[in-house]
């Protein structure tokens, strides 16, 4: 068992899920804490589920002192009902807990955004993915990771039927996505924690940015 701790907010989501799964059979962290809204069922001792209130976030302060902290926070708009509950749940938790990250000592911050992630985007969903980029590039975190994955596959907690076509469809799109057009593959869920894990185990510092053709490769890898 390795000496690392993590925290890992959103693990109940997509991709938290899977990442949860991949860090207790690497093996690499003898204590992983979880912050979650409701309980979720786990029994591996190495886990530390906590239901917090995520609107003060500051009141859990003493979890943030950890080695790694994984951010798969993430919604959409009409799960939200509303922009400003998007924004907090992808701009304002994620930016509040890296703050807390780095008064705590934590040496890295892994992220998921988006591929099409930017601050000047007409589409408030990559505006505020590329807001939160730029907030967390200012907070000089020792080693920030920003994953750019394309449209995740896997099996969610709630229906979404836009994103269940998107998935029919995606297994034609993704033989016809060569050369330039690769980096716009959907890729499972299970890839993208993978590609965390991964980074997250290695001796990365500064800023890296991963976009979802990178992030398949390194899940390929390991």
Partial sequence: MGEKTALILGSSGLVGNELVKILLEQNNYKKIHLLLRRPIEITDSRCEPHIVDFEQLGKYDKLFKVTDVFCCLGTTIKKAKSKEAFRKVDYQYPIEGAKLAVQSGAEKFLIITAMGANSKSFFFYNQVKGEVEMSLKTLNIPSLNIFRPSLLLGERNEFRLGEKIAEKASGLLNT?????????????????????????????????????????RIADKH
């Fill in 176 to 216: 016809l996505m060569m050369g330039p057009l690769r980096s716009y593959k959907a890729i499972h869920a299970k890839s993208v924690a993978k590609a965390m894990a991964a980074i997250a185990a290695s001796n990365k510092t500064g800023v890296s940015i991963f976009y979802s053709n990178e992030i398949q």
